[in-house]
């Protein structure tokens, strides 16, 4: 994806917490986040940076990269589209949609497909253990 020479204030906020999180610096990626962060993904409504923390943090621990295919955003708002590469998932497509206000996020919208991590946590399950056909 190429550089955003001026990026607007939200899309600068989004940006640089991305980077926080795909380079597994989670302290980093939660300094842009308001403490009373609010996000909603597949896996339901997490409310504060302690649960964002906890959502988060394993996922980007098991990151072998990701790619930001597209970043746009305004004064308030971001969305950013990128593909992330962990060891049971080659190929996982994201997108967020981040509200920003002072400097911090304060919503997000967390898109992503969980089908392809729960085939993987399936394959990987011993024969017989409970969930396993």
Known sequence: ??????????????????????????????????????????????????????FLGPFAQLLTGSELLAAFGDDTSAVLVYDTRTPPVASAPGAECLTVRDGRIVYNRFIFDRLPFEAARRTAEPPGAPGRR
Request: glycine share 6%; proline share 7%.
């Open 1 to 54: 994806m190429t550089e955003h020479p001026n990026p607007s204030p939200a899309l600068q906020v989004a940006l640089a917490y991305y980077q926080a999180w795909t380079a597994k610096d989670i302290d980093a990626a939660m300094g842009h986040l308001a403490d009373d962060v609010v996000c909603d993904a597949p896996a339901g409504r997490m409310e504060g940076v302690e649960a964002y923390r906890q």
